[in-house]
């Protein structure tokens, strides 16, 4: 066991940004919501269980990951660590924790099939597979089909293929149906995780999400003679 724990004046802080996360999300839909916070903090915190790191860090930044999302903020990419400067500096942390939790959430999304992920830290890895897990699995899909309905997106159309977006620009652009997101991102997160613990969590997800693609397919191909 690699689990630390957090002093009083530690507790305290946290308890404070929680808050302030919290009335942040209070309007925002099921794919982003507080819900999905919560259980990417869960994650990070049993990931730091398993697998060490720097715990107050973790903590902060899988609270903050999502604080300033493009897809939430009427598209500015890569805002999300000068507002999680600006919160944690309101809430008296110091420049340089503060820093170290902006770099995390500046680095944490998936920008495209096609971008690798820079990892500079076990912190960073561990809020960064956290956040994957949550994307993976039944909430996966819930979370995905909710996001395409709340955009009006149709679950699927034959004629459109999925893109291996090259650049942020493209992915975060791109508007097209559900099941494509399936393999533009979510059936490719299996092999993008970092933690051998959330490698094991993620085997289960990533079969589910294999598995209902495939019926989906069978139940949308349906003629009587397959
Ligand atoms: P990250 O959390 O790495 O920043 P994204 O912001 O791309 O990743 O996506 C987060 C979640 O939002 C996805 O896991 C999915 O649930 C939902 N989502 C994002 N884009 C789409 C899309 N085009 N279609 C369906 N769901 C999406
Ligand atoms: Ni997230």
Redesign the pocket.
């Known amino acids: 066991m690699k689990q630390q724990s957090l002093s009083e004046s530690q507790l305290t802080q946290l308890n404070a940004l929680k808050v302030l996360v919290q009335k942040r999300f209070a309007n925002h839909g099921a794919?982003?919501d507080w819900y999905h916070i919560e259980r990417v903090y869960q994650l990070a915190v049993f990931l730091q269980s398993k697998e060490g790191g720097d715990l107050m860090l973790i903590s902060c930044a899988s609270l903050l990951?999502?604080i300033s999302?493009?897809?939430l903020n009427g598209g500015i990419l890569n805002d999300g660590g000068n507002v999680t400067r600006q919160i944690l500096g309101d809430l008296g942390h110091d420049a340089l924790f503060a820093a170290k939790v902006a770099e995390i959430v500046d680095g944490?999304?998936?920008?495209g099939a096609g971008v690798p992920d820079e990892s500079t830290s076990l912190e960073m890895q561990i809020v960064?597979d956290a956040?994957?897990l949550?994307?993976m699995g039944a909430i996966?899909i819930a979370?995905?089909?909710?996001?395409?309905g709340s955009?009006n997106?149709p679950f699927f159309s034959p004629n459109q293929l999925p893109n291996q977006h090259t650049t942020f620009e493209a992915?975060?652009s791109?508007?097209?149906h559900?099941i494509?997101?399936f393999h533009?991102?979510?059936l490719l997160l299996k092999d993008r995780l970092h933690t051998k613990a959330a490698k094991d969590m993620g085997e289960s997800r990533h079969r589910l999400m294999e598995n209902f693609v495939e019926e989906f397919y069978q139940d949308w191909n349906f003629t009587g003679d397959n």
């Open positions: 794919d982003h990951h999502d999302d493009h897809k944490v999304s998936f920008k960064r956040d994957r949550d994307a996966g979370r995905a089909f909710h996001f395409g955009r997106r992915y975060s791109d508007k097209s559900t494509n997101h533009e991102k979510l």
